[in-house]
């Protein structure tokens, strides 16, 4: 056969195109149907073309499973983790239209641990000198962020493994409102996902604590970070989330952070439906589907 030979898909027999081949173990895949692979697949080079036929039918039966899936609890950012605990299933995607993507549902028991590790990130700052050079500063500084990357191991034949990351903004400082509600959002990801634990968790006060603060301000509705919200003073002073000193400027006097805006509150502006936290509302209106937008702000 001739270097530009075509090749067929093994799976569709459709003719692959010169830059559509994704090389299979024994055989070829087109491109259109390499899409209907689990996203979590990693060994595809690896896989014949029978292991594949058995992976594309495996994701075929997961559009049944989904059709029944009613998430009632969505953990995360970015990356959403959605949670039906009635039937003790979940799926992870960054799809909004999360039905349309076919994402893989994994029952709770499959789960064999739930790990969030942190990434400190730090770059440099520098300033300029009189001939208009970079310079370090004398001592060095540096700006930081902090990423918050989860891993759910699980036991499944076409995967073992489903990483994100769980932050959509990082944090830029540790000990701060913003940190605190990831690590919050980790450990109730890690709680909600391997109820068989559950018991031991609650006995640890820490994990506890996030679970009982996290996951009913979660439940039933996407996430994102939340706001920090100011507590002023009689005075009209203002408490800093991050070290609790009281402050009348736009930023603290204590640790230089900046004084947070007001949290939004939202109310449905075609029902009058008001969420039961008003600050994180849902997509759509339960009451009357309305999409929840900025004409929904109180």
């Known amino acids: 056969m001739g270097i530009f030979s075509k090749k067929v898909c093994d799976i569709c027999g459709g003719e692959i195109g010169l830059l559509g081949n994704r090389k299979l173990e024994d055989g070829n895949l087109c491109k259109d149907c390499a899409r209907k692979l689990s996203p979590f697949m990693t060994d595809r080079r ?31 950012g970015n ?6 605990e009635a039937a003790g299933k979940f799926f992870v995607t960054r799809s909004r239209n999360w039905r349309d993507e076919n994402p893989d549902v994994i029952d709770f028991s499959q ?22 050079r970079n310079v370090s500063f004398n001592p060095p500084r540096y700006r930081y962020s902090y990423e918050f990357d989860t891993t759910i ?16 903004q990082r944090p830029e400082r540790m000990h701060t409102q913003e940190y605190q ?35 009913p301000n979660l439940a039933g509705q996407a996430q994102s970070t939340p706001q920090p919200v100011s507590q002023p003073a009689d005075d009209g002073n203002w408490l800093c989330p991050a070290c609790g000193a009281t402050n009348a400027g736009r930023f603290c006097t204590n640790c230089g952070a900046k004084k947070p805006e007001p949290a939004k509150v939202f109310r449905c502006d075609k029902c009058g439906w008001t969420p039961e936290d008003p600050t994180h509302p849902p997509k759509f209106c339960p009451n009357c589907g309305d999409p929840f937008n900025e004409a929904d702000q109180a």
């Open 79 to 84: 990356t959403k983790v959605y949670i039906d």
């Open 46 to 76: 690896q896989s014949t073309v029978e292991e594949i036929r058995r992976h594309l039918a495996y994701r075929e039966a997961n559009l049944g499973v989904l059709a029944a899936i009613h998430p009632t609890t969505v953990l995360g």
């Open 181 to 215: 509600y990831f690590e919050q959002l980790a450990d109730a990801l890690h709680a909600a996902l391997m109820p068989a634990v559950r018991p031991v968790a609650q006995a640890q006060p820490n994990l506890g604590a996030a679970i009982a603060q996290a996951v």
């Open 153 to 168: 191991l699980v036991d499944s034949p076409y995967f073992n493994e489903i990483r994100f990351e769980l932050t959509d």
């Open 111 to 132: 789960v064999l641990d739930v790990r969030t590790e942190v990434q400190e990130h730090r770059t440099e700052e520098y300033h300029r000198d009189r001939e208009g």
